[in-house]
């Protein structure tokens, strides 16, 4: 038998999904960038005002100061610094610039080792095949593992939407277990390397950004389960 | 010699040091600004009745909101501090008593007033068995010709657990330190293979700054 919803029952599902519908998005953004070169188009649209308030009022003034920088500084006509600057810093292994964005290096100081291998298994146990892309070979890459997040907030959403709290709440759990287990543990450090790394300032930028959401997303995700568990125990 | 006598010229620390017995009956300093490995200085080592070792922290002014998590995670890195090099400390004192040694440490913390955020946190250390005693201290620090009129603060009834959340961070924060700690640590232990642990004469601090120059302040 179907328990009847109240109306307060489908709102608060309403914006629960899109509480995860918007950090899917951001997941979607941020593991796109490191995923390979940005195109000009996207450039174009990080240097806009619009994107630059939107990323201020999300991550506040301070971590989006290089993202400013970048906006008012821009040009098209240097679109080749930007591509050489992503070749240095993620995909060719050149001493001292390349950041080596796997969390098994950040974890152990070495790639493949058990951090990757739990990766690996969380995407099994969630039913995710990894397929490698470009400049993302490996399971543990930062932009794989944003796009595992990406995938499970918008299952949330979907759930939440359905209103299916319970599949909801499943898939927040895998997401908060996989912040805790592997992202928060490795995500700043990368991000203070690349910043220290970057020389132009949309990747330290970006870098800023990116510590500021896990810090921010881990928190309001842990938040939301607790509190949802918690009324699930009361009803 | 009694703390009112010489307030001017003491600090906190020294006029807290004097005044031992009115937090607790059968409180005796051990020890007063004790390095650590990282810089943040002990104000005040004491010993219990039982010959327990007793972190007595200072807060001399509210501790800000946003300042809490990082005043808690320095408290919580001498109290470890303490526990890890108590072997070397208790060799370091003139009368060894390790029939006792095996207790853990206690913290007293000593502040004009603790920020309501701060419960939740000693909560939990509580939780962890780490006896802690709060003290309320006047501000600004007594002056010459009173008596410090301290007072132990009651643990409030209710304390909101730390969330998931706040609990995760502070353990990383926290593994981030002793990360710290073991590398400064092996790199002193390399520069000088004797170096055992705390030292009276205080070896540890001064190897650091050799190395490490004015390096991080405690406080």
Redesign the interface.
């Known amino acids: 038998m179907t328990k009847q919803l109240s109306r307060k029952d489908k709102q608060e599902f309403t914006a629960l999904a899109e509480i995860a519908e918007g950090r899917a998005n951001l997941y979607r953004f941020f593991g796109g960038f490191y995923g390979d070169v940005p195109t000009k188009k996207s450039l174009a649209k990080m240097a806009s005002d619009e994107f630059v308030a939107e990323m201020t009022g999300l991550f506040g003034k301070r971590a989006t100061q290089p993202l400013r920088t970048f906006a008012e500084k821009y040009k098209p006509a240097e679109y080749d610094t930007v591509v050489r600057e992503y070749q240095e810093l993620f995909v060719v292994p050149i001493e001292r610039k390349f950041v080596t964005p796997y969390e098994s290096v950040y974890l152990t100081g070495l790639m493949l080792q058990d951090p990757h291998a739990q990766v690996k298994k969380s995407y099994e146990k969630a039913g995710v095949s990894f397929a490698p892309a470009k400049a993302v070979n490996l399971e543990d890459h930062i932009s794989g593992e944003m796009g595992f997040m990406q995938y499970l907030a918008a299952q949330e959403s979907k759930a939440w939407k359905k209103s299916k709290p319970s599949s909801a709440l499943n898939f927040l759990r895998y997401e908060v277990d996989f912040l805790e287990n592997h992202m928060t543990l490795w995500i700043n450090d990368f991000c203070e390397k690349l910043e220290g790394y970057a020389i132009i300032p949309i990747y330290k930028g970006i870098a800023k950004m990116t510590a500021k959401f896990i810090d921010l997303d881990y928190t309001q995700a842990a938040d939301i389960l607790e509190a949802e568990e918690k009324r699930d125990v009361n009803k | 010699m009694t703390a009112t006598t010489n307030a001017k010229e003491k600090d906190l620390t020294d006029i807290v040091a004097c005044n031992l017995e009115r937090l607790e009956p059968g409180l005796t300093v051990f020890d007063t600004r004790v390095p650590t490995v990282l810089g943040h200085e002990i104000d005040i080592l004491a010993l219990d009745k039982i010959k327990r070792l007793t972190l007595v922290a200072i807060w001399p002014k509210k501790v800000p909101g946003r300042q809490v998590v990082k005043e808690i995670l320095a408290l919580f890195y001498r109290w470890n501090f303490i526990s890890d090099f108590k072997e070397d400390l208790w060799a370091a004192a003139d009368e060894r008593e390790v029939t006792l040694a095996l207790r853990p440490p206690r913290i007293i913390l000593l502040t004009p007033e603790l920020p309501p955020t701060a419960w939740p946190y000693l909560n939990w250390m509580r939780e962890c068995h780490i006896k802690i005693s709060v003290f309320s201290l006047d501000e600004p620090a007594p002056a010459n010709g009173k008596e410090p009129d301290w007072q132990k603060v009651e643990w409030p009834e209710k304390i909101k657990p730390l969330?998931?959340?706040l609990l995760?961070?502070f353990n990383?924060d926290n593994v981030k330190i002793v990360n710290e700690q073991r590398i400064v640590w092996e790199a002193l232990i390399a520069q000088d293979p004797l170096l055992n642990g705390y030292s009276k004469d205080r070896r540890l601090a001064a190897a650091r700054k050799e190395m490490f120059g004015k390096g991080k302040e405690g406080k």
């Open positions: 969330s998931r959340a995760h961070k990383l």
